[in-house]
C-alpha cells in the first residue's frame, strides 16, 4: 500500500437533447463529511444560487457548466466536492479521500429525464489505506505468534516452498 487513500467519485451526463426538458429537477449530493445538499435545475431562467439553483443552458455542456459552478461555490458544497465537466459529462469527486466519501446520490422531480447517463446511487471508489511502516509491509516482530516456519526435506533434492503471507501484510 502506498498510503494514499482514494477519492469517492461519480459520473452522470446531462442529455444532448433533454437536458433543459424538466423545470424544478433535483439531485442531492452528500460530502464525506456528511453534508447534504440538494440542487435544483430551472428551466425558466430563474434560477437563485443562493437556493440551490442553476439554470439549464443552451446545450448540454452549458448546463452542466452551470451545475459545476454552483456546486463549487459558497451557495453549493464549496470545495467539499470537486466536478470536472466534459460536454454534457459531469464527473463529481469527494475532495476528502477515502471510504467515507461514498456518499448517498438521490434524484428526484425527474432528474434522470434530463440525463442521458443517470447519476449513480453512490459514490463509490473511496478507499482508506494504512500507509507500510517500510518499503514491502509491516513484519512481524519476535513477539509475534506462530512466526516460526518449518520446511523438511526427504531427499535434499526437493523444491522449497514456504508460505509466507501471513508474515507480511
Known sequence: ???DDVAASATFTFD???HNSVNNAAITLTSSAGVGILYKIKNDGSANASSQEFNSGGSANATAL????LVESSNGHNGAIAVTVEGGKVTLTQTIAGD???????????F??????????TFTDGADFTAWERPGGHYLDETAE??????YFETGLEDL????TELVE
Open 161 to 164: 516452498e514456504v508460505d509466507i
Open 66 to 69: 452551470a451545475f459545476e459552478s
Open 16 to 18: 444532448g437533447s433533454n
Open 112 to 121: 434522470n429525464n434530463i440525463c442521458s447517463v443517470n447519476p449513480p446511487a
Open 146 to 151: 506462530d512466526a516460526e516456519y518449518t520446511q
Open 100 to 110: 467515507e466519501g461514498n456518499t448517498d446520490i438521490t434524484t428526484n422531480n425527474n
Open 1 to 3: 500500500s502506498t498510503g
